[in-house]
């Protein structure tokens, strides 16, 4: 009875309700909008830093990644025999092996790092494929072809098709040397990558680093990276003792300082929409609560219950809140959907920015997350209820009488 | 005047809604000033140290010594240091020289990256030289001393006090050495600094290759961020018209930090659009419901003779005195937000580890505001031009109102 | 005369005398030539040799078996036989510039700076030494601390300023024959890092040299290169235009 009473009053003044309803909608819209691409932003740091290179986890000898010793490796089929293979949140699965030589040139050589991978594995773990400018990764897996940077390939003065000699110290203590031949150039914005990585398949590496099926490392990607650290404690466990599987905050620990700083900043900001929205859906409410006075009044004063008045209020204000939630995700969920399809372009204004381990795209984007919906959603109805709930308790507690005069 | 005195008038019949939307629309704009400032101030400091590590504010180079790093375009300096220096706005002149080398122990051996430096210059300005003790220092451009860094130092398996041999290509193709000796230690903290720094006289290090008063690079250090441009068109008088030496701002030369500035600057924006939307929602909101519950009141005015431009002008001066007491105050509040957190400023000590990097560049953990009287008052501003233009569709109905139509409302 | 001035003057003649021939060596040693003698025993003014090298690391054990030319101090070319391998790959040393000929892929690489400091072949060798081992008395002062009946003690001390990495290298030279029987290598603080020990003697035309060298890095105990020459000839018809690129890459 009580509800079809609120409805009532509420579709009585249209205009009141309508007005309330869009300043909350268009409020609460924006504000997951906000968090949409701050979201996106953060997703692009972390993917740049890890999707470029060094994947979400890493299986390793314990301490290969502190001094990258050529001797701490493995055997290549080390993940399959350790790893349950039941593993539906690891995505992708890479074997690696690492040398460091040079590049060598008539009269000058250029020291570089050589990474061994096989092209379809490599390719599930890291998104170099997304940054060619020419060319492609090797497609012979057993070849000598290989994918270089854009910085490299300058400095080299290379094209695709061109040789090069690669030479190092073998496993053996051999020189190792040996052709490469151009396939494909890379440009991430990234110069650690494109000034000095060559990527070239796995067993061509191991031949002439003489360290037949063995490797290094094991890059993996995950559904979800924000899951690494928890996936890689469930699996360590599971292998032998000098093995062990990093996640992307061991690897890239600037990474992870500069996320716990950019929270901190996003939190200050998100508070501060949470209170610019909170304050004006309050602004609006609050008065149109308190411009109803005067009919409060009048109904106390024909036998309505303080306590009845109250709850009418607080229903309108519940209905009210539903019906703004509802519309206000909607719109803002939409609009996340265009800035997650589309985005907005700053390529014009701003390069590639290199940063703690990653590199951040010049463009604004966002992605969906619960959280960007659930808790704006809930802070909504808290502050609708809030801004209802005072004047309500307010107009309860007067005298009919005063209430009635009020204007 | 009249109107002005009604308008005013008007604004406080409804003292709760006017104090509400008044504190909104302030407390947005204290918000969106004193959020700016800070990243103002937080840039300004990150600027400062990441020229003062780098190249500095303008830096001087051969031809394209930027992009390509080769050796090969180096350039004799001459006077230019001092001549420079002389510039008003220049706090110091850095002349460096890079030099690839292998670095050997009586244990191991490394290659490395040599910088030669004028120390005295290099003292004053360099942060990670900071940390130095008074003795720690390269004592003249000729000595042997050596600051290496610490990583690198446990690499080679030497302390500081021990001595070391570099090794270079000289420039009639042959490889020269020199004994050099550790007189002091760099630790930053950042990995790529402590395991690559090495840090040697100029005079010492042409001695390697053969380039005696030559330089790489010129680094400029400015007394004020601001006088940047000015001093760019001073310096580029005095450089020698006939060789291909320039002058390169810092945002070209350290491109990452300047990005990751303009980036994080941009979401910035983005942000405070929205919030000012938002506020203009409530606006537009108190304003419709202010003219709605006039009705009755406007149909008599128009009754007894008012022109409906009388009331459409009545409603957008309501609109711009609120508009402008928001601005005023929001200007208040948000001076003393800044005047805050310039003086106090905020720690993230606690919050987060020793060193953070920043586009390159290490983070002072105390964020500090830095005064933008100029984007404040453009703020207020805009704000003020919000209000009127939210104001615009509730005149507009307050506009067409009939006397009759208006007179039967409620 | 007075008897106390003249005895004044006697002792003040004699002691002076005592002074004088207690500062003259009982016989004049040339250190430095000796010391010359020793790092060029492989050298002469020109040679060859057939050489075989045993290498053995924490990571690897290697067996090679080289030809290697010399001309005074300067020019070295060295070019591998066995393993079949790395049969061809050969190594030029012009004074203090070093290539690599790489026969599987056909080029010549100059050694950049940055990898002098890198091991020779694998070996305890680097490719610094072999620029700069034999310049001995140019970088230290060379000083006769010790002599027994056997052997002679020559302690070398790096001249100030000199851009070496040892704070003090010991050799020990047996008398007769003049062979070095050992050398050691110390750091700064005078820990020994590096031994060097000679031996297997023989006669080779009119010289006499010690056939194998053994390098024992020190903090690696497990760790040794020994160098056995197979055959030595000296003094042969050869001159710079020898050790040329074209040559490196020539079987």
């Known amino acids: 009875m009580l509800l079809t009473l609120a409805f009532r009053n509420l579709w009585r003044n249209r205009r009141r309700t309508l007005l309330t309803l869009s300043a909350m909608v268009v409020s609460a819209a924006l504000l997951i909008l906000a968090l949409g691409v701050f979201s996106g932003m953060f997703r692009d740091m972390l993917a740049s830093a890890t999707e470029q290179y060094y994947g979400h986890l890493v299986l390793a000898h314990a301490d290969y990644h502190e001094r990258r010793d050529l001797f701490a490796h493995l055997d290549e089929n080390i993940a399959s025999r350790y790893l349950p293979s039941d593993n539906t949140a690891i995505t992708g699965v890479s074997p690696r092996l690492r040398s460091f030589g040079l590049i060598s040139l008539a009269e000058t050589s250029q020291p570089v790092e050589v990474l061994g991978i096989i092209p379809a594995r490599e390719q599930q773990v890291t998104s170099l494929q997304t940054k060619l400018i020419a060319g492609g990764y090797p497609a012979d897996e057993a070849g000598n072809g290989a994918l270089i940077g854009q910085g490299l390939a300058r400095r080299l003065r290379v094209r695709t098709g061109d040789e090069m000699v690669f030479v190092t110290q073998a496993a053996d203590g051999s020189i190792g040397n040996d052709l490469l031949i151009v396939t494909g150039i890379f440009a991430t914005g990234d110069s650690r990558n494109d000034n000095n990585l060559v990527l070239a398949p796995l067993k061509w590496v191991q031949q002439i680093l003489v360290l037949p099926g063995r490797i290094h490392e094991v890059a993996m990607t995950l559904a979800d990276p924000m899951l690494a650290a928890p996936t890689a404690d469930r699996l360590n466990p599971h292998l032998p003792d000098n093995v062990a599987i990093l996640d992307w905050g061991d690897l890239l620990p600037e990474m992870r300082e500069v996320i716990a700083a950019y929270d901190v900043s996003r939190m200050i900001i998100v508070t501060i929409l949470y209170l610019a929205t909170g304050l004006g859906i309050l602004n609006t409410f609050f008065m149109s609560v308190m411009e109803r006075t005067r009919e409060f009044g009048i109904l106390m004063a024909q036998g309505m219950r303080p306590w009845t008045i109250r709850s009418l209020i607080l229903l309108e204000t519940c209905i009210l809140g539903c019906i703004a939630l509802a519309i206000g995700l909607t719109c803002g969920a939409a609009m996340t959907l265009y800035m997650q399809q589309v985005g907005v372009d700053l390529a014009e204004y701003i390069t590639p920015v290199t940063y703690a381990g990653g590199t951040i795209l010049p463009r604004l984007h966002a992605v969906f997350e619960a959280g960007n919906f659930f808790v704006p959603a809930g802070m909504l109805l808290l502050v609708s209820l809030l801004a209802g709930f005072l004047p309500a308790n307010r107009a309860a507690r007067l005298d009919p009488v005063q209430a009635v005069r009020e204007v | ?410 | 005369m007075n008897t106390e001035y003249a005895a004044r003057i006697l002792s003040t003649l004699l002691l002076t005398s005592v002074l004088l021939l207690s500062a003259l060596p009982a016989f004049a040693l040339d250190v430095e030539a000796l010391i010359r003698q020793v790092e060029q025993q492989y050298m002469g003014a020109s040679s060859r040799a057939l050489s075989s090298m045993q290498v053995k690391t924490s990571h690897w054990d290697r067996s090679l078996e080289m030809e290697a030319w010399s001309l005074d101090r300067d020019y070295f070319l060295v070019r591998i036989i066995e393993p079949a391998k790395e049969r061809d790959v050969a190594t030029l040393k012009r004074y203090r510039e070093v290539w690599n000929y790489l026969p599987k892929v056909d080029r010549v690489i100059k050694v950049p700076p940055s990898m002098m400091g890198g091991s020779w072949m694998g070996s305890h060798i680097t490719n610094d030494d072999l620029v700069k081992a034999n310049h001995i008395e140019k970088d230290y002062n060379l000083r006769l601390i010790e002599e027994t009946e056997t052997d002679f003690i020559v302690e070398c001390l790096p001249k100030t300023d000199a851009a070496v990495v040892w704070g003090k290298i010991i050799y020990k030279i047996n008398k007769t024959p003049q062979v070095p029987v050992r050398v050691d290598y110390y750091d700064e603080e005078m820990v020994r890092v590096r031994e060097i020990h000679f031996d297997d003697v023989q006669q080779i035309g009119d010289r006499i040299v010690p056939m194998r060298l053994t390098v024992l890095p020190l903090e690696k105990p497990d760790e040794q290169t020994i160098l056995h020459y197979r055959k030595l000839v000296f003094d042969l018809p050869i001159d710079e235009t020898y050790f040329s690129l074209r040559n490196l890459k020539k079987p």
């Not at chain 2, 947005?28 to 990441?50: E, K, P, T």
């Not at chain 2, 220092?137 to 130092?153: K, P, Q």
């Not at chain 2, 020698?240 to 030496?245: F, K, L």
């Not at chain 2, 003393?336 to 957190?341: D, I, M, N």
Request: glycine share 8%.
């Open chain 2, 1 to 410: 005047m009249d109107l002005f005195k009604l308008a005013w008038k008007n604004i406080w019949r409804n003292r709760r809604r006017t104090i509400i939307t008044l504190t909104a629309i302030a407390f947005s704009i204290m918000l969106v000033q004193a959020v700016h400032n800070l990243s103002y101030g937080v840039y300004a400091g990150m600027v400062d140290s990441g020229v003062r590590a780098g190249s500095g504010h303008i830096a001087v180079y051969r031809n394209n010594y930027l992009e390509s790093r080769d050796e090969i375009l180096h350039f004799r300096d001459g006077s230019l240091v001092d001549d420079i220096a002389m510039i008003d706005g220049v706090e110091q002149v850095l002349p460096r020289l890079y030099i690839p080398a292998l670095a050997q122990s009586s244990r191991e051996s490394r290659g490395v990256l040599l910088i030669g430096v004028d120390p005295a210059r290099e003292r004053q300005i360099n942060p990670f030289l900071k940390a130095l003790p008074a003795d720690g220092m390269i004592r003249s451009a000729d000595s042997r001393d050596a600051v290496v860094g610490s990583r690198l130092l446990n690499e080679l398996q030497i302390r500081p006090g021990q001595k070391f041999v570099v090794t270079a290509q000289h420039e009639d193709g042959t490889l020269h050495s020199e004994l050099l000796r550790v007189r002091g230690v760099v630790s930053s903290g950042m990995k790529d600094i402590d395991s690559s720094l090495i840090l040697v006289g100029r005079g010492r290090a042409a001695l390697l290759t053969g380039n005696s008063g030559s330089v790489h690079e010129l680094a400029v250090i400015l007394s004020d961020a601001r006088l940047e441009k000015t001093v760019h068109r001073q310096i580029a008088a005095k450089l020698p018209a006939d060789q291909d030496i320039l002058a390169v701002s810092w945002e070209k030369a350290m491109p990452n930090l300047a990005n990751a500035i303009k980036l994080d600057y941009a979401s910035q924006k983005f942000i405070f659009i929205i919030i000012l939307l938002i506020v203009t929602i409530g606006v537009i909101n108190t304003l419709l419901m202010s003219v709605m519950e006039r009705m009755r009141e406007f149909g008599v005015i128009l009754a007894i003779g008012s022109k409906p431009m009388t009331l459409r002008t009545l409603i957008m001066l309501e609109a711009v005195i609120m508009g402008l007491l928001a601005a005023a105050i929001g200007t208040i509040l948000g001076s003393l937000a800044t005047w805050y957190l310039v003086a106090v400023g905020i720690d993230l000590a606690e919050l987060v580890p020793d060193t953070l990097e920043f586009g390159g560049v290490v983070f002072d953990p105390v964020m500090r505001a830095s005064w933008d009287p100029a984007w404040m008052i453009r703020i207020a501003v805009y704000v003020v031009c919000l209000t009127l233009a939210a104001a615009a569709y509730p005149a507009i109905k307050a506009g067409r109102i009939t006397p009759v139509e208006g007179m039967r409302h409620h």
